[in-house]
């Protein structure tokens, strides 16, 4: 819809959802510093010995350990879920809770042709995991290690228009950004996504036409949080990149109910001032929208979330 919106509507709702996912943002500050200490207590650092502030200590250059138990736990958790839930012959099974319901007690017989579409079903998508889309099991198998440190994973699943099929990713709990008041997404009025994208990457979006053909900052500055900077430290590695032309564009998709001035939502042919959810996606340095979806059905008389 973004087309079809006036270049002044847009970056009123860009400045509006940047100041609520920043307060968003500010609302889980303690628990990021939290989480960036998780990662520090799980000793997968290398750290020099050192000595006392004199010198004059007889134990200068001794070496400090951490105990693995923190990390064996995490992953101990990782391998028995990997086991449990990306076998090599694929993850999914199929079950028919609805064919061949049982009548005067007799055992439920389903259909043959229930039981072979549900075979090929299941053969379908564990080829599809398995051989077509061949990030799934790594990308799985990274997240449940997020899980065992982090007590949380979260999946998308949606049509990549890149790739030009169906697609399930992990996001890292710290991209994921939304108020440490929400006591679930449903009741949540705000979430968004963070991605750091390539430059490459986003003008392929915009050529597809999936993203605006807008001009965007020459010189991006991406700020990491409190766990990009431990995971970088951890990892050796300067969490941004040091000449301009490498560093990634911060994209904000942004789940919201907005109420946008010619797509308002109506009853009996009259504006209601309900506003209903968007997807609307932005890039932060330039404060550019460069998408606006609909986040509910049309024949949907309410706008309730898809």
């Known amino acids: 819809l973004a087309g079809q919106i006036g270049d002044d ?64 736990a995490v ?17 999914v099974k199929v079950r028919d809770d ?11 017989s389903p259909p043959p042709s229930r039981d072979q579409l549900a075979e090929a079903l299941e053969a379908d998508m564990n080829h599809y995991l398995t051989a077509v889309a061949k990030e799934y099991y790594p990308d799985t198998d990274r997240m449940l290690l ?29 991209d994921f950004i939304v108020s440490n008041a929400a006591t679930d997404l449903a009741s949540s ?10 430059r490459s990457m986003l003008r ?6 999936a993203y605006r053909q807008v001009d965007l900052a020459s010189d991006p500055s991406p700020e990491p949080n409190a766990v ?37 939502h109506k009853v009996d042919g009259e504006p209601s001032g309900l506003a209903v959810p968007y997807v609307v996606t932005i890039e932060k340095d330039s404060r550019q929208v460069l998408a606006i979806r609909r986040n509910y059905d049309e024949d949907d008389e309410l706008c309730t979330v898809k």
């Open 9 to 72: 509507e847009l970056g009123r709702i860009a400045e509006e959802l940047l100041r609520g996912v920043e307060s968003d943002e500010m609302s889980r500050h303690e628990w990021l510093e939290t989480r960036a200490e998780g990662i520090r207590l799980l000793g997968w650092q290398l750290k020099a010995p050192e000595g006392s502030v004199d010198n004059t200590s007889s134990l200068e250059g001794i070496s400090r350990v951490d105990h693995p138990l923190l990390s064996e």
């Open 75 to 91: 992953l101990r958790f990782q391998a028995n879920a990997r086991g449990e839930l990306l076998p090599s012959d694929g993850p």
């Open 98 to 108: 609805q064919g061949g319901a049982s009548q005067e007690g007799a055992p439920p």
């Open 146 to 174: 997020y899980v065992g440190f982090g007590g949380c994973g979260i999946k998308k699943v949606y049509r990549c228009p890149l790739r030009r099929r169906p697609v399930s990713e992990s996001v890292d709990v710290k």
């Open 189 to 198: 009025g705000r979430f968004t996504q963070r991605v750091m994208m390539r």
């Open 204 to 209: 392929r979006m915009q050529i597809v036409g």
């Open 228 to 264: 990009d900077r431990e995971i970088a430290e951890t990892q050796g590695v300067s969490p941004i990149a040091q000449l301009p032309e490498d560093r990634d564009y911060t994209i904000y998709e942004v789940y919201a109910e907005l109420d946008i001035p010619g797509f308002e």
